[in-house]
């Protein structure tokens, strides 16, 4: 996001830094969070990029390893009857591929979708997302934000516990 945030993003902040520094002392616990993670959580461009990075990757992760999961099924019930059932010797090359371009289709297309929904979340680890959004958090629950007031998609998966 080029140094511009869209209107979107912006609306995904729970609380804009005006609203944390109305917190009296809440500002040097914030500064203190975002230097350990390299992030200035009081500019909020900077966290609306954030959260809306982190919600995407959430997403893609989220639609491709379920997608990727749903066709796997079906390809290793098919693949598992092809070679549990079929006599390849008395099929002839087209009856073989007439059998065996679904099943190779729907596997291929599974095992593309599980490798790219693991892509996502080694971005979304590796990349630092998950960290600073964590640090986010910190910052939340620093300024009493309650638990069961954030947004499906920010709440806290570590099994932590949280205010």
Not at 122 to 140: A, E, K, M, S
Not at 144 to 163: D, E, M, N, Q
Request: proline share 4%.
């Amino acid at each position: 996001m080029n140094g511009t945030v869209s209107e979107k993003a912006l609306s995904l902040l729970p609380v804009t830094s005006a609203q944390l520094t109305a917190v009296p002392g809440l500002a040097e616990t914030v500064r203190t969070i975002g230097a350990d993670r390299g992030i200035d959580y009081l500019a909020d461009t900077e966290v609306a990029a954030l959260l809306y990075r982190h919600r995407e990757l959430l997403r893609r992760m989220n639609s491709r390893g379920a997608w990727g999961g749903l066709l796997f099924a079906p390809g290793a019930v098919g693949a598992w009857f092809l070679i549990d059932s079929t006599d390849w010797g008395d099929f002839d090359a087209v009856v073989d591929g007439i059998l065996l371009t679904p099943v190779a289709v729907l596997l291929s297309l599974s095992v593309y979708l599980l490798a790219r929904a693991f892509h996502c979340r080694h971005v979304w680890v590796r990349g630092g997302t998950r960290d600073r959004v964590n640090g986010y958090l910190h910052v939340l629950s620093a300024a009493g934000i309650p638990y069961r007031a954030l947004p499906a998609w920010l709440k806290p998966t570590s099994g932590k516990r949280w205010r």
